[in-house]
């Protein structure tokens, strides 16, 4: 079910943050009529096809007043999302609940909310944005690679249940992008508009699932194999023969 973006109506939740500029910008290149810019504090786009609408995609009411206002969507694009590196063992709990509210139940409060808009306005799309630690792990990322597992989860189910009204939810999985989330990291990063582009090639395409870079790619053909394939840092002696 390819999604046409011209003369669409695009709303992005984390908009400030920078695959969420960028996903506003590349819905502009490609012929959206409107993009609802979301975020807690939106900024000022200077820009009158841009809505910017405050959400906060905790709060339960600020996402209802989101779908309300902007009843007119056909693609929503589930960005917001946070960040904070740690053990499950010692993180402290407050955090990974945290890290659960925003990258969990606040995309799924999301999809519930506007899954009735999107089935009024003709089907439309839901793009989720994951990560490539949806399939991995790395000491230090594991209540945010939980997170984003969970959400991918998810996505297979709204997946499942979406389709009979003619929506298309696609999930995007990306490895290290060059984003003010990860700036501390010293790798090699994705450009986010080439990321953004990618994501919303596959939505046109009809794609449920788009790969971003070999990384995930790995990642995700990784998962077909053994856990010391997956993990080959882990003790042998651990290993069922």
């Known amino acids: 079910m390819p999604v046409v973006f011209e003369d ?11 695959l969420g500029k960028e996903f506003v910008h ?32 905790n709060d339960p009411q600020s ?3 989101a779908a309300t206002v902007a009843s007119d969507t056909t693609i929503m694009v589930n960005n917001a999302g ?28 999301m999809v519930r909310a506007f899954a009735p808009v999107l089935a ?20 230090g990322g594991g209540a945010y690679g939980a997170t984003k597992a969970a959400f991918w989860a998810a996505t297979n189910a709204f997946r499942l249940e979406l389709a009979p009204q003619g929506t298309l ?3 995007l999985h990306l490895g290290y992008t060059d984003t003010p989330m990860i700036d501390s ?7 986010p508009i080439d990321v953004v582009r990618a994501a919303f090639d596959g939505i046109a395409a009809g794609e449920y699932e788009v790969l971003a870079d070999s990384m995930t790619t790995e990642a995700k053909r990784l998962l077909s194999l053994s856990i010391h394939e997956q993990f080959p840092s882990l003790p042998s002696s651990f290993v069922e023969s």
């Open 120 to 139: 009024r306005n003709g089907g439309g799309a839901v793009l989720d944005v994951h990560s490539v630690l949806s399939w991995t792990s790395f000491p």
């Open 82 to 109: 946070a960040f904070a590196g740690g053990s499950l063992l010692n993180q402290p709990f407050d955090e990974i609940r945290a890290l659960f509210e925003t990258n969990v139940f606040g995309a799924i409060g």
């Open 26 to 57: 590349e819905s502009l290149e490609r012929g959206a009529r409107r993009v609802y810019a979301t975020a807690r504090h939106p900024r000022e786009w200077n820009d009158d096809r841009i809505v910017a609408l405050s959400l906060d995609v």
């Open 185 to 191: 990291f010293d790798v090699d990063k994705n450009s």
């Open 63 to 65: 996402i209802a007043n």
């Open 169 to 171: 939810v696609t999930g």
């Open 8 to 18: 669409a109506v695009v709303l992005v939740t984390g908009s400030n943050g920078g």
